[in-house]
């Protein structure tokens, strides 16, 4: 495998700017696996997931209602957790899903799913 660059933000990162890592996770050096949301009209709780070209996954949570944007804290690589394997994404998904109320309605249809494009997108960017 070659060397890939580190992922880091952005000099502008956060807020809702191009920095945002939900918006351009391109900025970050990252790709967007999916989200998870179980937020409704004005509301939004996510599970997000972003590969870096190395295939480490990044995931993060956040909620909130209109007024603030997704993830608008985030403003450093630090603050996503990376996994160097799906199945280790799918303990902490399922986690997420029991333990916030919020997540409640997530199927674990929708977990599956994101885990096996995980899996994918890993297996793509690990033999490139």
């Known amino acids: 495998m070659k060397h890939m660059k580190?992922?880091?933000a952005p000099d502008n990162a956060g807020g809702?700017?191009?920095g945002n890592?939900?918006?351009s996770p391109e900025?970050?050096?990252l790709k967007t696996v999916g989200s998870l949301n179980?937020?409704?009209g004005f509301d939004f709780d996510y599970f997000s997931v972003?590969?870096?070209?190395s295939g480490f996954l990044y995931a993060a949570e956040d909620s909130g209602c209109s007024c603030p944007y997704p993830f608008e804290n985030v403003t450093t690589i630090e603050q996503l957790t990376r996994y160097s394997n799906a199945s280790d994404l799918e303990v902490a998904m399922v986690a997420w899903k029991e333990t916030d109320y919020r997540a409640n309605g997530v199927m674990r249809g929708e977990i599956d799913a994101l885990v096996s494009k995980a899996k994918a997108m890993q297996r793509e960017a690990r033999e490139a």
């Open 6 to 8: 580190t992922p880091r």
């Open 16 to 18: 809702y700017s191009d």
């Open 21 to 23: 890592v939900f918006y």
């Open 27 to 29: 900025k970050w050096g």
């Open 38 to 40: 179980n937020g409704g």
């Open 50 to 53: 972003w590969i870096d070209a």
